[in-house]
């Protein structure tokens, strides 16, 4: 690196770290969950504060260098090569206002830390199936939680969002004091500059009925059909997915999991255990269960209701929200995603609609509401193989999409084209989402996972 470079970082004053390649602590902190091609950026903030934010944007800004954000490293699936990547880990504050039902959570805090802080309190965020993302950006792309259909997408429920745009200048954005970044800041991702932090609605929830029902799918063929159906009737407080895993048979597998193809329904219900538990009878009915772990637990467990893993891995998925489900193309997927597929696949499935499908007080970016099903496929993925993995989703997937609406961007783990990302909108908003971008980053320095393009 040239010694003008060194000398302006060394100028830059921030007070948390600064790091370049082969630098002490740079490897292990431009790696995130996902270890499919992390960032490689020539100059890498470890920021503390807004102001270190606010520092390394106006660094990039005079160089012209592009700028990548990272909290926790699960959403990265678009390295950043040279520039400035500014990593929000140590930015992990929250801070309960129990009398009003609000959180100010720092761009850095998992959804972990933020359930630790107001779970006290007898109050929830609107967090996700794992408790390990980080939930600025998880707010950012729409957010769909836990208790999604009682309460709504996680953007619904923003009252403010601090901001440094690309001019290097923080904002507090609210509705009333700039309605169109307010507006696409819920919904459009990390396209109009670096969330510093942002309050939020908590709502008053301190325990769930929640869990999984594992089935084997060889034993219980009409598994995906019977959740279809059972979904169909569902009150609000009942946010319901199943997926579908091909367990390989070796020994480090839990016996009864070992070598099946499983279903795995996930359930939360937002009532009394006794309710979830009648309203769960149809599912049981369907078969014998191989794990049950259905139980009254705090929220703090809540990670325990899909039980994601937590070990950081390389992945990739698409993603498709359909009004409804095809229980023939059901079938067909279940078939070629299963044990016999090229590559492990895991087929996931979230029943939308309820408060998803209203619109909040304040609108925002956030697409396709009328979905009533979200539906993913998921693959690990060994070096090498990206590209026959993405076929092989675009191949699952094709014959949804005369069926499909769009798409979740929060839920694809790959890179998009313009016209897919565009499909994850409403065509009037997406155009929306360009004029708003081009008017606070006009020459597109923020690199972001799916970049909503600049006219
Ligand atoms: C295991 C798993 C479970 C998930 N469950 C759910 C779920 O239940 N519901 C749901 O809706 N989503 C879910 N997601 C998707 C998740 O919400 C997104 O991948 C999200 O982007 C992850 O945010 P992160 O901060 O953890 O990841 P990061 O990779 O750190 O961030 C992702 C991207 O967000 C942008 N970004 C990050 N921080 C900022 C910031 N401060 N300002 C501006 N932009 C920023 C950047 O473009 C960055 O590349 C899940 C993902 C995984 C891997």
Redesign the pocket.
Known sequence: MAETTKNQIDALGVTGSVTRPGDHGYDEERT???LLDPHQPEVLVGAESADDVRTAVEFAAARGSRV?????????N?ALDGGVLIS?RRMSGVEVDPAARTAWIE?GA?WHQVIEATAPHGLAPLS???P???A???T???????LARKYGF?ADHVRRIDLVTADGKLREVTGASDPDLFWALRGG??NF????GMEIDLVPVSRIYGGGLFFDADEVPEILAGWHRWTRDLPDEMTAAVAMLPFPDLPMVPEPLRGKHIAQVQIAYAGSPEDGERLLEPVRALGPTVRDTVREVPFTESGAV?D?PDRPHAYRSANLLVRDLDPDLLTTLTKAAGPSAPVMCVVGLRHLGGALARSPKIPNAVGHRDAGYSLSVLSPVEPGERESVRALHRDLLAPWSANAMGR?L??T?DELGGAEIAAAFAPGDYRRLTEIRARHDPRAMFH??HPISVP
């Open positions: 995130g969950f996902q990548a954000v990272q909290a926790t490293g699960h959403g990265q678009r929000t761009a998992t996700g199936s794992f390990g993302v980080g600025v950006s998880y950012l792309g729409g957010g769909v939680g836990l996680a991702g990390g500059g670096v969330v510093t899909f994601e979740s929060n839920f783990f972001v996972n």
